[in-house]
């Protein structure tokens, strides 16, 4: 176990020089007071987990102090936004403070969001206020215990340093970890301003500390976009199987690496609705539930265009084109999963389907119906399910034919069935309520709702006494809560 002070920094990105970043020092924000911090995110820095309790924990990651050995840079991409290149983007308020390097040989980015003005700022202050910080950090952790791909969060700082939203507000900074920052927008710059020779240097550089393996491939560059196809297609799957939507699928919002990235107004679906368009301020529905399957295709293209320069066209299309194939497969193997199924029959994804059309035509609580299903016998389960649908006789007929296909794989010891299911359908999800509360309390600053709520959901699939209520159904008016892309 290290203290701050023994991180070892290694800085890949860095020496890439001033075609890729620029180096920007953090402004410090006043005041600094720790908000919450993740002892599974510290654990993956080796950091002793008794370091967040030292001033100069918040001190450090409110700016005030740096490593001797980092090298804080404020990185330059574009990206495409609801579907308009965006040619001038970059991070306006988020610096790479370095590359840390564990006891594993990992290789962590330390990011510094909300760390003040970069070149990249365009109209923004270069700030991040409280409430999106806490939301990107719950959301965060939460996914990463349930096991779908994301950046990582280390703490959230608070401070009385005023920022100015549709209200006043105050300034805080978020410290995310991930294996790399690279967006697909990373190469959209390089591909839109005709620096070709830069955008072989950063997908060399992608491909010698992020895929190793497809250097040894024929191709390697075609080899990594085929990579990101299926880790892409991967992870939207999750999201899709979770009920998770992020709410701004720009370009410069997709992780190279497939990793769920930049939280905004994401949200987890409370009541199932596939055309839920959790962004307030995305009045099309372009980023809607059920479209981001397409829209991660779309987004796919982009990076493949942008790949021109370094692949053959043939070899992009043909990456491209296992996307949705893999996508159904790996939705359809979780879903078969959160239904308790062990084995794959081909009227499996028609049962999914139909399921989903009964959830929607009722409103039913998309999460608690799965965990609710895996907590007694089936055929009880349905008894008590059954309740919440309004199509009745839809609902008996698809029990029914659910029931004789479970019956199909023989009998079952419901004491592992119960295991089972219980391992990939949380009791406890972070709905928008949850998190609203939080923020609340948080705002008048009481972290202790922030600290319990993400203690909670670092342990989505265990039944943890005295935490009941986390698990309740939403009330109807956290179910409409109007979240922007103000941050
Ligand atoms: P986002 O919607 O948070 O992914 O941000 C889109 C772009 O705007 C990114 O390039 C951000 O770095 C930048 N940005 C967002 N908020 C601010 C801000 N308050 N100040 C400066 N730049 C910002
Ligand atoms: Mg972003």
Same mark, same amino acid.
């Not at 806490?134 to 280390?154: D, K, N, Y």
């Not at 955008?199 to 250097?215: K, N």
């Not at 119960?418 to 990939?424: E, P």
């Given at each position: 176990?290290?203290?701050?002070?023994?991180?070892?920094?290694?800085?890949?990105?860095?020496?890439?020089?001033?075609?890729?970043?620029?180096?920007?020092?953090?402004?410090?924000?006043?005041?600094?007071?720790?908000?919450?911090?993740?002892?599974?995110?510290?654990?993956?820095?080796?950091?002793?987990?008794?370091?967040?309790?030292?001033?100069?924990?918040?001190?450090?990651?409110?700016?005030?102090?740096?490593?001797?050995?980092?090298?804080?840079?404020?990185?330059?991409?574009?990206?495409?936004?609801?579907?308009?290149?965006?040619?001038?983007?970059?991070?306006?308020?988020?610096?790479?403070?370095?590359?840390?390097?564990?006891?594993?040989?990992?290789?962590?980015?330390?990011?510094?969001?909300?760390?003040?003005?970069?070149?990249?700022?365009?109209?923004?202050?270069?700030?991040?206020?409280?409430?999106?910080?806490?939301?990107?950090?719950?959301?965060?952790?939460?996914?990463?215990?349930?096991?779908?791909?994301?950046?990582?969060?280390?703490?959230?700082?608070?401070?009385?340093?005023?920022?100015?939203?549709?209200?006043?507000?105050?300034?805080?900074?978020?410290?995310?970890?991930?294996?790399?920052?690279?967006?697909?927008?990373?190469?959209?710059?390089?591909?839109?301003?005709?620096?070709?020779?830069?955008?072989?240097?950063?997908?060399?550089?992608?491909?010698?500390?992020?895929?190793?393996?497809?250097?040894?491939?024929?191709?390697?560059?075609?080899?990594?976009?085929?990579?990101?196809?299926?880790?892409?297609?991967?992870?939207?799957?999750?999201?899709?199987?979770?009920?998770?939507?992020?709410?701004?699928?720009?370009?410069?919002?997709?992780?190279?690496?497939?990793?769920?990235?930049?939280?905004?107004?994401?949200?987890?679906?409370?009541?199932?609705?596939?055309?839920?368009?959790?962004?307030?301020?995305?009045?099309?529905?372009?980023?809607?539930?059920?479209?981001?399957?397409?829209?991660?295709?779309?987004?796919?293209?982009?990076?493949?265009?942008?790949?021109?320069?370094?692949?053959?066209?043939?070899?992009?299309?043909?990456?491209?084109?296992?996307?949705?194939?893999?996508?159904?497969?790996?939705?359809?193997?979780?879903?078969?999963?959160?239904?308790?199924?062990?084995? &794959? @029959?081909? +009227? *499996?994804?028609?049962? =999914?389907?139909? %399921?989903? #059309?009964?959830?929607?035509?009722?409103?039913? /609580?998309?999460?608690?119906?799965?965990?609710?299903?895996?907590?007694?016998?089936?055929?009880?389960?349905?008894?008590?399910?059954?309740?919440?649908?309004?199509?009745?006789?839809?609902?008996?007929?698809?029990?029914?034919?659910?029931?004789?296909?479970?019956?199909?794989?023989?009998?079952?010891?419901?004491?592992?069935?119960?295991?089972?299911?219980?391992?990939?359908?949380?009791?406890?999800?972070?709905?928008?309520?949850?998190?609203?509360?939080?923020?609340?309390? &948080? @705002?008048? +600053? *009481?972290?202790?709702? =922030?600290?319990? %709520?993400? #203690?909670?959901?670092?342990?989505?699939?265990? /039944?943890?006494?005295?935490?009941?209520?986390?698990?309740?159904?939403?009330?109807?008016?956290?179910?409409?809560?109007?979240?922007?892309?103000?941050?």
């Amino acid at each position: 176990m290290k203290t701050l002070d023994q991180l070892a920094f290694d800085n890949r990105f860095a020496r890439l020089g001033d075609t890729f970043s620029t180096r920007v020092l953090p402004q410090p924000i006043e005041q600094p007071r720790l908000v919450v911090a993740s002892p599974a995110a510290m654990a993956l820095l080796d950091l002793d987990p008794g370091e967040s309790a030292r001033p100069e924990f918040a001190a450090l990651f409110a700016g005030h102090r740096l490593w001797q050995d980092a090298e804080p840079r404020a990185m330059v991409y574009s990206g495409h936004q609801f579907g308009m290149y965006n040619p001038q983007l970059g991070d306006g308020r988020g610096l790479l403070l370095g590359e840390v390097v564990n006891a594993r040989g990992e290789y962590w980015d330390l990011h510094l969001k909300g760390a003040g003005y970069t070149p990249y700022s365009r109209m923004g202050d270069g700030r991040a206020v409280l409430r999106s910080s806490i939301r990107e950090f719950l959301a965060s952790e939460h996914l990463a215990a349930l096991g779908i791909p994301t950046t990582r969060a280390l703490c959230v700082v608070a401070s009385t340093t005023p920022v100015y939203r549709e209200r006043a507000e105050t300034a805080a900074m978020l410290l995310r970890l991930s294996p790399s920052h690279l967006r697909f927008g990373h190469f959209e710059f390089f591909y839109y301003t005709r620096q070709h020779e830069a955008l072989r240097q950063l997908a060399e550089h992608a491909l010698d500390c992020h895929f190793p393996a497809c250097r040894e491939q024929a191709q390697p560059f075609a080899a990594m976009f085929r990579e990101v196809v299926e880790r892409t297609a991967a992870t939207i799957a999750l999201w899709q199987a979770y009920g998770f939507c992020h709410g701004v699928m720009n370009t410069d919002n997709m992780s190279l690496l497939g990793l769920t990235f930049d939280y905004g107004p994401y949200a987890f679906l409370d009541d199932f609705d596939a055309h839920h368009v959790c962004n307030h301020s995305d009045d099309s529905g372009r980023y809607s539930f059920e479209n981001q399957v397409p829209i991660a295709h779309w987004n796919l293209s982009a990076l493949g265009q942008a790949l021109t320069p370094l692949v053959a066209v043939e070899q992009l299309r043909e990456s491209l084109a296992l996307f949705l194939p893999l996508y159904q497969a790996h939705y359809l193997d979780r879903m078969r999963r959160r239904l308790g199924l062990r084995t &794959a @029959e081909d +009227g *499996d994804e028609v049962l =999914v389907q139909r %399921l989903l #059309a009964l959830m929607q035509q009722g409103g039913v /609580d998309y999460s608690r119906f799965f965990r609710s299903l895996g907590d007694e016998p089936a055929a009880a389960a349905m008894q008590r399910l059954r309740e919440d649908f309004v199509d009745l006789a839809g609902f008996d007929a698809w029990a029914a034919d659910y029931l004789a296909r479970a019956a199909r794989e023989g009998a079952q010891d419901e004491s592992e069935r119960r295991a089972r299911m219980h391992a990939v359908n949380p009791r406890y999800i972070l709905r928008n309520y949850l998190a609203q509360q939080a923020i609340e309390a &948080a @705002e008048q +600053g *009481d972290y202790g709702p =922030v600290r319990e %709520l993400h #203690a909670v959901l670092s342990r989505p699939f265990a /039944d943890q006494p005295g935490m009941e209520r986390y698990a309740e159904r939403p009330p109807e008016w956290g179910k409409h809560l109007e979240i922007s892309c103000s941050s």
